[in-house]
């Protein structure tokens, strides 16, 4: 059984980072198109970034570029986010989600039905 596990979520201050972890389990990750959606209290859930398998190719929301950064680690069957200079408006919860694009992400990449799994997700506030 598939199973991605964020963590890393929290309280912080404009300005501050956070580093966001998704573990992944029950399947190799490793070759496989992978992103980040978040969704804020009253709105419909956003693309963040995405990364190929290889880690090669990376993606961002414009929202978000210059600013937080998407990487993994396929050893680990990790995906992390760093998010750096965040804002009050960056306050989601910030969900894992799994593709079967193998190794490169597809044109849809910045669509949630591209991807079939997804974590639980974790909550990220940024106090302004």
């Known amino acids: 059984q598939v199973q991605l596990v964020e963590s890393g979520g929290g309280l912080v201050q404009a300005g501050g980072s956070l580093r966001l972890s998704c573990a992944a389990s029950g399947r190799t990750f490793s070759i496989y198109c992978m992103a980040w959606f978040r969704q804020a209290p009253g709105k419909e859930r956003e693309f963040v970034a995405a990364i190929s398998g290889s880690g090669d190719n990376t993606y961002y929301a414009d929202s978000v570029k210059g600013r937080f950064t998407i990487s993994r680690d396929n050893a680990k069957n990790t995906v992390y986010l760093q998010m750096n200079s965040l804002k009050p408006e960056d306050t989601a919860v910030y969900s894992c989600?799994?593709?079967?694009?193998?190794?490169?992400?597809?044109?849809?990449?910045?669509?949630?039905?591209?991807?079939?799994?997804w974590g639980q997700g974790t909550q990220v506030t940024v106090s302004s």
């Open positions: 989600a799994g593709s079967n694009q193998y190794r490169y992400c597809s044109g849809s990449y910045f669509r949630s039905a591209q991807y079939p799994y």
